[in-house]
């Protein structure tokens, strides 16, 4: 079995920034350490005495994305409000005594709520230093380990921790570059993963069949030209029949579409703990169901499905 905090630090490593972050990690203040969690809000660490330094270790680690926190008695409103999500589909699937992978886990935010739903553990993997310098913050001062972050893609997690019984990927697969054999390779390293039986959970942006928009509409499938909501990294909107068609070609069965939830600027903004562009800058102003560019507005999709 490798060394987590080997494998991770090899790989912040090649981060021209993990010096720094590495100081500010050296920063974290003493405190009892801790988790619970109250409306959504991950609490951990004892309130410290003086909060001056623990905003300090926070400040250095803007942008959070994933949350809400509140870390060591100091709030953290990121981005997006991830507990409205996980209320969308907690009540969806059974994670008593599971063993589960959280693929693109950003700083490990739904790997608590996870924990709190009974899980037995959590292996969370995400490639970015900053979210994994994140959740190496979290988790020091919530004194727990069952919720563990690699830092890698999925195609690069160690196969030696073995199987799972629930698979998560929430926001993933929107942002890898398309052609459909790579969806198709991206669910089918999900289905490996998975114990006989077990569950994917599946999250992602799709697109309304009926959508007329300025980039190429084709098989089913929304392919972004340049910009989508002013972010790059999207490149493909699948309809929901082609989803679902794409996990029964990677072998999973019993396909149940869960929610369709159109993305509000409630559920995703910016904050004083990220004060870049946010969802309100990639909408049109005139039309308020399209994006700048033309495309129809956020709409997430979750699917489950199962290994035979």
């Not at 409000?81 to 907690?90: P, Q, T």
């Not at 727990?144 to 999925?154: E, H, I, M, Y």
Request: some cysteine; aromatic content about 8%; overall charge negative.
């Amino acid at each position: 079995m490798p060394d987590r905090h080997l494998f991770n630090r090899a790989a912040l490593a090649r981060d021209g920034r993990w010096a720094d972050w590495r100081a500010v990690l050296d920063a974290i203040p003493e405190v009892e350490p801790g988790w619970v969690i109250e409306n959504g809000v991950v609490h951990v660490g004892a309130p410290a005495a003086d909060p001056s330094p623990v905003e300090h270790v926070l400040e250095a680690l803007v942008p959070w994305r994933k949350g809400p926190w509140c870390v060591a008695g100091v709030g953290v409103d990121a981005e997006w409000r991830c507990e409205l999500k996980w209320s969308r589909l907690a009540h969806h699937v059974e994670l008593t005594d599971r063993r589960v992978l959280d693929v693109g886990a950003g700083n490990g935010y739904f790997g608590w709520r996870m924990l709190e739903a009974g899980a037995d553990s959590v292996v969370g993997c995400d490639p970015m230093g900053l979210f994994i310098t994140q959740h190496h913050l979290i988790e020091s001062l919530a004194g727990c380990d069952r919720n563990a972050l690699w830092a890698t893609r999925l195609e690069s997690l160690p196969m030696t921790l073995g199987m799972f019984d629930v698979v998560f990927s929430m926001g993933v697969l929107s942002h890898r570059r398309y052609q459909q054999a790579h969806h198709i390779a991206h669910l089918g390293g999900l289905f490996r993963r998975l114990t006989p039986g077990g569950w994917v959970v599946l999250e992602t942006l799709v697109a309304p069949e009926e959508s007329t928009s300025a980039g190429h509409w084709g098989d089913q499938v929304l392919t972004i030209q340049d910009r989508y909501a002013r972010m790059r990294n999207v490149y493909a909107l699948p309809s929901i029949e082609t989803l679902v068609d794409w996990l029964t070609q990677s072998g999973f069965c019993w396909v149940e579409v869960l929610d369709q939830t159109q993305t509000t600027t409630q559920e995703q903004r910016s904050t004083e703990w990220m004060p870049y562009q946010s969802l309100v800058d990639g909408l049109s102003s005139n039309h308020p169901n399209q994006t700048v560019e033309g495309h129809p507005r956020p709409l997430r999709a979750m699917v489950m499905a199962q290994r035979p």
